[in-house]
């Protein structure tokens, strides 16, 4: 197992504690995050 992507922890826990405090779906704050900082390609 690789901890390449171990800074997405905390990301992840904020992102997911913020989606739910506001009521937006959390893929809202988590598509960019995921575009920007892993450099995953945008699909449709």
């Known amino acids: 197992m690789s901890a390449q992507y171990w800074f997405m922890l905390p990301v992840a826990a904020v992102i997911a504690t913020t989606a ?11 598509g960019p995050v995921f575009i920007l900082a892993l450099r995953l390609p945008p699909r449709k």
């Open 20 to 30: 739910t405090a506001s009521g937006i779906g959390g893929v809202t704050i988590f």
